[in-house]
Nanobody, 124 residues
């Protein structure tokens, strides 16, 4: 059974930082593209960032490029999202995701596996 378990969410002031972690089990982690989505209150879930097996990264250019950094540790079956210069607009539930193909993250549908999410709240 595949499990993706997020951690690291919480309350932070604008301008602060958080690092999210996602521990994966039940899958061959090193063969999957890993990534993050988020869903703000009243909005649709949106792509944030993804990282391929070899470390190629892709970000949603409009919202997080230059502030968020995705990374992975294949020895720990974990993917991370370092979030700096946080803004109130970053408030959302952040979901970890795993899929065989990077394009699936850009499409936003058909993802193989999802975590249950971790809440990030940024106060002004």
């Amino acid at each position: 059974q595949v499990q993706l378990v997020e951690s690291g969410g919480g309350l932070v002031q604008a301008g602060g930082s958080l690092r999210l972690s996602c521990a994966a089990s039940g899958l061959t982690f090193s063969t999957y593209v890993m990534g993050w989505f988020r869903q703000a209150p009243g909005k649709e879930r949106e792509f944030v960032a993804a990282i391929t097996r070899s470390g190629y990264t892709s970000y949603d250019a409009d919202s997080v490029r230059g502030r968020f950094t995705i990374s992975r540790d294949n020895t720990k079956n974990t993917v991370y999202l370092q979030m700096d210069s946080l803004k109130p607009d970053d408030t959302a539930v952040y979901y970890c995701a795993a899929d065989a193909h990077l394009v699936t993250f850009k499409l936003g549908s058909g993802i193989d596996y999802w975590g249950k999410g971790t809440l990030v709240t940024v106060s002004s």
